[in-house]
Structure formats: C-alpha cells, structure tokens
C-alpha cells in the first residue's frame, strides 16, 4: 500500500522576468500582463491553481511588476464606477481578480534564475511541499494537469515534474528528463534532469514544461546550487541532486501531460494561443471563427 503524504495548500509563482522577447510592449508592462483574449495571462494561473485547491499564491517579483498587485487588488473607483452605470457583467469579471485567492508577493531583487526565484519562496512556503506554476504555460482547465501532479504526490511524495514529449530537435529549448515506466501509464519515475541539452546529449525527448509539486528539501539543494546554464541559478540542477539522492526530500516522478498546452513565452506561440482560446469561447467563437476561414481562404487564393 503506498504511504499517504501530506497534501499541499500554497502555490508559488516565478513573475520576475525581463520579457525581453515581448519588447517593447514590455518596456513598461509586465510581460504576465499581456492580455491573452480580455485577461491577462498570469490571471490563467492563477485561476489554475485555485481549480485545483491552492487559493494561498506567492507571486515572486521585480521592479516594475506593481501591476501585477494591482490587478489582484480592488479598484473602488472602477468598481463604483460600474455599479452607477448598472454595468453588472463587466463589474463581476473586475471583482472577480481581487476575490480569486489570498496573494502575498516578494521581490526576487537580483534576476538570478528560476532556482533563485523560487527560493525566495522558502520564507513563505515553510516546511511543507507546495507547487510552482511558470507564467508563460498556460493549462487549459479542461486538462487538469496540477490536480493530478498534487495526487501523485500525495500518494509518492517527494517532488513530481511536468512532461511533455516534443521533437527532438526542440529538446535544447527545455529541461529535459530521464525517465523510467511505473504502473500508472502518465507517470514515470525521474533518475536524472538536463537544463537545454544539446539534442545528441539529451537523456530523453521528455521535455519539462511550467508546472512543479516539490519538497521543502529543494530550498537546502538551492542554497547550495551554484549558477549554471546562462549563469544563472537553474532549478532544475536542483531537482538532479533530490532525483540522485532520493533519501533527500524524496523521490522525483513526472506526470507526462498530453493535453493542451498554450505557450505564451513566445511571440509565435502567444498569437496562436490568443487565436485558439478565442475560437473556443462561446462569445467570441462563432463570429470569430467565421471571420478566420474568409481570412485563411482568402490569403490563400491570394497566394
């Protein structure tokens, strides 16, 4: 019989990054910011990791992301605002951000890596397992991903990974896992984690993507971990020595995710997430598809 561990109650989410990519859009804005359709990203995960029980979120920031604690704070002004006008629909979705969970914040101060941005999460979190959820993947909710990563880990314990299997030739652009087969079909055990390998050099074609369930352990190894790829703090250098060492915080499984997936880290992939999400809302949907197939039908007569 497997042992049951304790479940986790807090999430923590890495929201310090440049958005270099995104520029200039993001000279001012915060990336988690952009609108993805009429929310913002970060407002996605957020919704995600209430869905799947953890209503306390820890959002790791930087200089520039007040908008992000705005966004999650009440506007009286706005909000009374709406209310004079009888405007009930477009009150509810303002509301709605301010009531979704409790949020805390703290500055990561030096931009040292996901690994160093997640430890400034140990204050927070404390002695317990708790998730980290990456702004840039958005999960459809159809998919319950996290739900699922928690479950595993309350039946293994020890800390439980993301994996999506990509090309080969798009390995270098994740983490990439070595992996071995357990009873559960989308679970496997982890014996040894790779940040960006070449693809001749990668253990798998198991990518990790933004969603983590670790231990408390991981804070120690962080501490420790010395900058690597880029020069930074990786964590996955972190989750190598708990996967070698499994008498330390445990051992590393990987729920292997076949559902869908919206990248919005990259400009590409944002536009075609923007153009599937709004497809499938019943507001948008059926004028917007209509609109899509003359467009596509007419540049490709064009061509």
């Not at 590393?252 to 536009?271: E, Q, S």
Request: net charge negative; hydrophobic share 40%; aromatic share 6%.
């Amino acid at each position: 019989m497997s042992q049951s561990h304790p479940r986790i109650s807090k999430a923590v989410i890495p929201a310090a990054g440049l958005g270099t990519r995104f520029l200039p859009a993001t000279k001012a804005t915060p990336k988690e910011m952009l609108p993805v359709v009429d929310k913002p990203a970060i407002q996605y995960v957020v919704e995600e990791a209430v869905a799947a029980g953890l209503d306390d979120v820890l959002m790791v920031t930087g200089r520039n992301k007040r908008p992000l604690e705005d966004h999650f704070d009440r506007n009286y002004e706005l909000e009374s605002a709406l209310e004079k006008k009888g405007d009930a629909n477009r009150l509810a979705k303002v509301q709605e951000s301010s009531d979704l969970a409790t949020m805390h914040y703290v500055r990561q101060g030096d931009p040292k890596g996901l690994g160093h941005a997640v430890l400034c999460a140990a204050p927070h979190v404390g002695d317990e397992p708790f998730a980290v959820l990456l702004g840039d993947d958005l999960i459809d909710p159809r998919d319950p991903l996290l739900q699922r990563m928690i479950d595993v880990q309350a039946q293994h314990g020890g800390s439980v990974i993301a994996l999506m299997e990509v090309a080969p030739e798009q390995i270098h652009l994740y983490g990439s896992a070595a992996v071995e087969a357990t009873e559960d079909a989308d679970v496997v055990r982890v014996g040894g984690l790779v940040e960006k390998p070449d693809a001749a050099d990668a253990p798998s074609n198991f990518a990790i993507i933004g969603r983590y369930v670790l231990d408390p352990a991981v804070f120690e190894i962080l501490r420790k971990t010395e900058p690597g790829r880029g020069g930074e703090i990786q964590l996955t250098d972190a989750l190598q020595q708990l996967a070698a060492d499994k008498g330390v915080g445990g051992p590393v499984h990987g729920v292997v995710f076949k559902g869908r997936r919206y990248d919005t880290g990259d400009r590409g992939d944002y536009l075609r997430a923007i153009v599937r999400l709004a497809c499938e809302r019943e507001d948008l949907g059926p004028d917007f598809r209509t609109w899509l197939r003359r467009y596509v039908t007419e540049e490709m007569q064009q061509r």
